[in-house]
């Protein structure tokens, strides 16, 4: 079974520049978590969506973040403009269900995202 | 607020060790709880989990078991391969979180030969 594919892996671009990255899911699944890691903050939950919707962003360090779920198996987080301090790995994760007990999260191999 | 808090690595161990890793938790009511791997280069990947009170999860070789008198979530293993090095992480899930995983920061765990 596929798993879930993110894309790019690997993104280096200037300061100012519009990053897009893109995931999808694992078929069936209808929760799916962005997620930055960093090795001062660890790993941190920008947004989740359930059944396309996002549910919480709380995480989303500014305006500058923005994502998108506009159907089951496609989602995008884009930042713009990007800044050096954005550099991190970006994972996306889905599960079955909203969060019900037992159910794990599925992770993608992450895209590491370099700001010069 | 409901947190996970881990040991502090890096940890490192020679091969066949016996590993603990602790994890505690603070959470109302009863959460889940996890243990997830994070290989060098890849995502997470859920390693084992514990749903209620005494539950023992367990895994290649890995187990925690989930006591809530102590509300703790160890994570052990008997003997360590060169093969588990990785970062361990900790998690609980709890509906009253707006139903999110609550993530502990990670224990990097280094097996020599």
């Known amino acids: 079974d596929a798993g879930v594919i993110q894309s790019p892996r690997h993104e280096v671009t200037e300061m100012g520049q519009e990053v897009t990255l893109r995931c999808k899911p694992i078929?069936?699944?209808?929760?799916l978590f962005w997620y930055r890691q960093t090795m001062m903050r660890g790993l941190e939950l920008l947004i989740y969506?359930?059944?396309?919707?996002?549910?919480?962003d709380s995480g989303m360090p500014e305006d500058r973040f923005s994502a998108k779920m506009p159907n089951a198996s496609f989602s995008t987080l884009k930042i713009q403009p990007s800044e050096p301090r954005d550099s991190a790995v970006y994972f996306c994760?889905?599960?079955?269900?909203?969060?019900?007990?037992?159910?794990?999260?599925?992770f993608g191999d992450g895209t590491r995202l370099s700001i010069l | 607020g409901d947190s996970v808090t881990q040991m502090e690595g890096p940890v490192t161990l020679s091969e066949e060790a016996f590993l603990t890793i602790n994890c505690t938790y603070t959470?109302?009511?009863?959460?889940?709880l996890f243990w997830y791997v994070q290989y060098p280069g890849e995502g997470l990947q859920l390693l084992l989990k514990?749903?209620?009170a005494d539950d023992k999860g367990s895994n290649k070789g890995f187990e925690a078991t989930y006591r809530k008198e102590t509300t703790s979530f160890h994570l052990e293993k008997g003997s360590v391969q060169v093969s588990d090095s990785a970062v361990y992480f900790c998690?609980?899930?709890?509906?009253?979180?707006?139903?999110?995983?609550?993530w502990g920061l990670g224990t990097s765990l280094a097996v020599n030969p």
């Open positions: 514990a749903t209620k």
């Open positions: 994760a889905s599960s079955l269900g909203a969060g019900e007990v037992g159910q794990p999260q599925h």
């Open positions: 959470a109302t009511g009863y959460p889940s």
């Open positions: 998690a609980q899930f709890n509906a009253g979180n707006n139903r999110k995983l609550i």
């Open positions: 969506f359930n059944n396309n919707v996002p549910i919480d």
């Open positions: 078929s069936g699944h209808n929760s």
